[in-house]
């Protein structure tokens, strides 16, 4: 994997983790009920959208997503893959990080699962961008499989 490449996923799995991070703020405000930040002193109470559910998705995707694009970037020059291939790769990993953590949002800001298109604009919003992410991360990992065991047939006998 080129460097250029290998920064593009870092760059965005360090993202696409903030905003996972960033999920945790309004999951957490839920949980209590109220908006707390020790040690600024008081807090606000209120009723955030959403549920619990859909805040520990919308925290726990972009965590996870974010170290999947590093974890990928990490082992890239392993991987024995065309330009093209690798091209796919970086792409069908943003499509499938942004995808699942954008539709994390959209869920308990707006309403909806993403389970099935239609029941509304944002659960098919969220539907269409969690097959889009579902696409992105099969083909991303073929590609990963492809990669490395392209590597481990050129390795042969000298390892």
Excluded: C, Q
């Excluded at 392993?78 to 539709?103: F, H, K, Q």
Aim: hydrophobic content about 60%; charged content about 10%; aromatic content about 8%.
């Amino acid at each position: 994997m080129s460097d250029r490449s290998a920064s593009v996923l870092i760059a965005n799995g360090a993202l696409v983790f903030l905003a996972g991070m960033a999920a945790g703020f309004p999951f957490a405000f839920l949980l209590l009920g109220k908006i707390a930040l020790w040690p600024i002193p008081g807090a606000i109470d209120v009723m955030m959208p959403g549920d619990v559910r859909g805040w520990r998705m919308a925290h726990l995707e972009g965590v996870l997503n974010g170290l999947t694009l590093i974890g990928v970037a990490a082992v890239g020059s392993r991987l024995r893959l065309s330009d093209r291939a690798e091209r796919v790769l970086v792409w069908s990993l943003i499509v499938m990080a942004w995808g699942n953590e954008v539709a994390s949002w959209i869920g308990p800001l707006f309403g909806g699962r993403g389970l099935a298109f239609g029941g509304g604009v944002a659960n098919s919003l969220m539907y269409l961008l969690f097959v889009a992410a579902i696409v992105g991360v099969v083909v991303a990992m073929w590609l990963v499989a492809a990669g490395a065991l392209a590597a481990l047939r050129t390795s042969g006998a000298r390892d």
